[in-house]
């Protein structure tokens, strides 16, 4: 009985600390950016889920393609339908490591840089990335920030010639989000 | 007769002016159609290029609640998918948390019957007041589902976009 009522004490703390050690948001911000000789091109989505284990470092991103918000209505139509096929392919997503997380002290406040490594999923193909960013830590909140270039042709993102001046080959990819402990 | 007997021999440069004439006013007209084409092309592109996003305020909505849309998003029915993605719904519920994105937006989460989970709504204006625990309909572009951490019992959310209160 006793030994019941310990192994019930342990497991509830061990729980209880690896529950600390996961933050997460629902509302991540992603933008995008593609800087052509014709326009630029600038779309942001705020619906991003992301989550994060600040001992271990795995952190995962999951979008929906249809949540970018672009400046002009044809240019996400033309983003959906055309070339992220968004009706094949809803979701874009990120799984992978803060491979240096130790680096970070969560409790004292300050910016961190760090190193992210994972695959990261676009118009259903996933490739192996790495990226740098950084960990902010202010008055007990945990926010990460960190921006990337991807190029549209590894994921098999097909641009038509007649539009390839509008459109960049490479696409900077920043992301900012602001956790919270779960 | 042909122009031969017809008395133009004795005006040699009365053929050539006339065609020269003709030639030049269907050039002319072959320039102004083209012009014209090319402007109602430019124009036409020009108007689709510039269209604005449809007005979520003034769209006619498909009206749900909040714990009927969550669970039809959240089990993967494809009907639902067709009846719900994409368009304007108008989504009644219980105010769980009002939060504030990284853009300064708000963020109203409704209440589903799952501990954890909500209807995400992202306001396109920062105005009117509203407290948890007050009933509320909100109209938004639903653009679906996001799993969440099974893992971690993070449950996902059912998220709308450019949202407005209706009453």
């Known amino acids: 009985m006793k ?17 600390a050690q996961v933050y997460y948001t629902k509302n991540g911000n992603v933008t995008f950016f593609s800087k052509s000789p014709l326009q630029d091109i600038e779309a942001e989505n705020n619906q991003v889920i992301s989550v994060m284990n600040i001992q271990t470092g795995e952190l995962q991103f999951s979008l929906l393609n249809n949540a970018f918000h672009f400046p002009k209505a044809k240019m996400e139509e033309d983003f959906n339908e055309n070339y992220m096929e968004s009706n094949k392919y809803p979701r874009s ?16 406040d300050g910016t961190y ?66 956790y919270q402990e779960k | 007769m042909d122009w031969k007997t017809a008395g133009y021999r004795n005006e040699p440069g009365f053929l050539n002016q006339n065609s020269m004439g003709m030639r030049k006013k ?10 014209m084409l090319f402007s109602t092309v430019a124009l036409i592109g020009f108007i689709i290029w510039n269209k ?6 003034d769209a006619t909505a498909v009206e749900t609640n909040a714990v009927a849309l969550y669970h039809a998003l959240s089990h993967d029915s494809a009907t639902m998918k067709t ?25 109203i989460l409704l ?32 653009i679906g589902y996001i799993n969440g951490d ?12 450019r949202c407005y209160t209706s009453f």
């Open chain 1, 3 to 19: 030994i019941n009522f310990l192994l019930t004490v342990v497991l509830f703390l061990v729980f209880q600390s690896a529950g």
């Open chain 1, 93 to 108: 997503g990120f799984k992978g490591m803060v491979t240096d997380i130790n680096a970070v002290d969560f409790t004292k």
């Open chain 1, 113 to 178: 840089p760090v190193a992210v490594k994972g695959d990261l999923t676009i118009h259903g193909v996933t490739k192996t990335i790495t990226a740098k960013g950084a960990i902010i830590v202010s008055k007990g909140t945990i926010s990460a920030v960190s921006s990337f270039t991807v190029f549209v042709k590894d994921y098999g993102i097909k641009i038509p010639n007649i539009v390839s001046n509008n459109i960049a080959e490479r696409i900077k990819i920043s992301v900012n989000c602001s």
């Open chain 2, 26 to 35: 269907i050039l002319i007209n072959i320039l102004l159609l083209t012009v």
């Open chain 2, 52 to 57: 604005p996003h449809r007005s979520v305020r």
């Open chain 2, 83 to 107: 009846f719900f993605l994409n368009k304007v719904v108008a989504v009644s519920g219980k105010i769980k948390q009002v939060q504030q994105n990284r853009e300064g937006a708000r963020v």
């Open chain 2, 111 to 142: 209440e589903t019957s799952i501990p954890g989970a909500s209807v995400n709504c992202t306001m396109e204006e920062n105005t009117g007041s509203f407290k948890a625990g007050n009933t509320i309909q909100i109209k938004g572009i639903c």
């Open chain 2, 150 to 161: 099974p893992d971690i019992g993070l449950p996902g959310d059912v998220f709308l976009t």
